[in-house]
């Protein structure tokens, strides 16, 4: 290719589109291990294409006002933004979960020690 911007807008769609497929299919795993429900996993795909269709209405009217770079830039930002703030939501989830657990077994551990040495005590 002779235009090197060109062949870097390639390049970056390339993988841009690898990492939306992984992205997809890792999400579509995490929900079938959680949750075994058809109607949820294939809600996905079709968010996913709704969110694409509803957004083509909306390109045209940005496109006439922003310069293309700064659209694509700031869309890449927004959806990695996006994608960050669901998988901290996930961690923090996960880790909420465990600290629950943990502090429910802490709690009977200590009763129950409490409960079994008083039942020695008479």
Do not use: E
Not at 21 to 50: D, H, K, M, R
Not at 66 to 92: D, G, H
């Amino acid at each position: 290719m002779k235009n090197r911007s060109v062949l870097f807008l390639w390049f970056g769609q390339s993988q841009a589109n690898l990492a939306d497929v992984l992205y997809i299919v890792a999400l579509i795993s995490i929900l079938y291990a959680q949750n075994s429900s058809p109607v949820l996993l294939s809600s996905i795909p079709f968010t996913i294409t709704t969110a694409k269709f509803l957004s083509s209405f909306i390109v045209p009217f940005l496109i006439d006002r922003y310069r293309a770079k700064r659209i694509l830039v700031v869309s890449q930002l927004l959806k990695t933004s996006v994608l960050y703030v669901f998988l901290l939501a996930y961690v923090a989830y996960q880790h909420a979960v465990l600290r629950g657990a943990y502090c429910f077994f802490r709690w009977v551990g200590s009763s129950g020690s409490k409960l079994y040495a008083s039942s020695f005590s008479r």
